[in-house]
């Protein structure tokens, strides 16, 4: 049993080569993942009162998530790019490389948060959503708590980088996880405490006004910026966040329709953040992966994956059977100690896993040619992959998990 065991091993180290560093880093950041989900699923599922009190609060929830990842990763993976190609220092200057980098994440979460308010309100109308909150509402939620989630998901890109730096890691292979991670811990219980300032009927209006005024200010300068970079990635990145915050909206359109179903069974909301967490992290370290392949020259963009993007295509399934095992265990057994109720383990890890395995499915196409696009087009796939990435799977992830829960009769 031993030597077949190491046998397994082995070829499976062959299998991996040089890849294999890469692959620990990955499988610790993924696993984390999950576990960061956790503290935003228990939040989500132990706020079914204030979801069914306000309705279309649910519908921001994957969106206002997914904005931290589209802006943080994509942030991180383009340091990880300056490092790899030797142009990264830290340093406070604005008109630095990090500097400008930093700036225009700033720039982009007020921007797509006050976006994200409007996108939603419309949405909600489009979709004859019953009741739902005002644009007021949406506008304080989306950028107060945006904002809020934003400054902790920000420090904590930058000190990896810098620790990256330090102790050899490879950025793309630790950022798009846990700044998931971290921006699932942050982001909800920021959401949750801005919705209590949307119930204040007073202090809402004013406020929503003062936010906005400031988003659209602060977008506009770094539209109009004089500094190069920093123009230049808001002017890419936009148009991509826009379109990543309809899809992530849809998703959130989606889960609110089945709102019933997930509400009847509490610890299936506790599991959603971390699945689709897991989904987009999957995809997005693809993305990252191959993004910096493409920026050295060894990957080619062809219309049929070659073989270095085809190893990690192939990585990516052997992390996903742990990651959404992980998700899974955590969220069942986080409910079962805080007292939420659900459909038991077993049924939680099946869902999980066969949701996880068609969506990692999906997430690995578009990873792929979302990130050749981007290189072909002659845009940086640094920038467009990771968004497209994690907001497709925002939709196709709820999508693979209500259809996970039906095939199961869960």
Not at 7 to 26: H, P
Not at 164 to 186: E, K, Q
Not at 293 to 321: C, M, N, Q, W, Y
Not at 381 to 398: F, K, N
């Amino acid at each position: 049993m031993r030597r077949r065991l190491r046998a397994i091993r082995a070829r499976f180290g062959a299998m991996l080569g040089a890849d294999a560093a890469s692959v620990r880093q990955s499988l610790f950041a993924l696993v984390v993942t999950p576990l960061g989900s956790l503290v935003a699923g228990l939040t989500l599922g132990a706020a079914t009162g204030q979801l069914e009190a306000l309705p279309g609060l649910l519908l921001l929830i994957p969106a206002a998530i997914g904005a931290r990842g589209n802006v943080f990763a994509a942030l991180g993976s383009r340091l990880g790019t300056a490092i790899h190609t030797g142009t990264f220092t830290l340093t406070s200057r604005v008109d630095s490389l990090v500097g400008q980098n930093v700036a225009a994440a700033a720039v982009l979460t007020f921007g797509q948060s006050l976006l994200l308010a409007l996108l939603a309100k419309g949405v909600a109308l489009a979709f004859n959503l019953q009741d739902s909150i005002g644009l007021a509402d949406y506008v304080v939620i989306s950028i107060l708590g945006g904002v809020l989630a934003s400054a902790v998901v920000l420090a904590i890109t930058l000190a990896l980088a810098a620790s990256s730096v330090r102790f050899g890691w490879d950025l793309d292979n630790v950022t798009a996880p846990l700044v998931s991670a971290i921006g699932d811990v942050a982001t909800l219980p920021a959401l949750i405490l801005a919705a209590e300032l949307a119930e204040v009927e007073v202090v809402t209006p004013v406020l929503s006004v003062v936010l906005g005024i400031a988003a659209t200010v602060i977008l506009v300068a770094g539209w109009e910026s004089r500094l190069a970079l920093l123009r230049t990635i808001v002017r890419e990145s936009l148009p991509v966040l826009v379109l990543a915050g309809v899809l992530s909206l849809l998703a959130g359109m989606f889960l609110e329709k089945r709102q019933g179903t997930l509400i009847g069974g509490p610890a299936l909301l506790v599991l959603t953040p971390a699945f689709l967490s897991a989904a987009g992290a999957l995809g997005s370290v693809l993305s990252s992966r191959l993004s910096t392949k493409l920026h050295l020259g060894l990957v080619v963009p062809e219309s049929l994956p070659p073989v270095e993007a085809r190893r990690d295509i192939g990585i990516t399934f052997v992390l996903a059977v742990p990651v959404f095992s992980v998700a899974a265990t955590t969220s069942h057994f986080g409910s079962v100690v805080t007292g939420i109720e659900g459909p038991g383990y077993a049924q939680m890890l099946a869902a999980a896993l066969l949701g996880g395995m068609l969506a990692t499915l999906i997430s690995s196409a578009v990873a792929y040619y979302g990130t050749i696009a981007a290189f072909r087009f002659g845009v940086d796939p640094d920038t467009y992959g990771i968004p497209l990435v994690c907001s497709t799977l925002d939709l196709v992830g709820a999508f693979t998990l209500v259809l996970a829960i039906v095939i199961l009769r869960i």
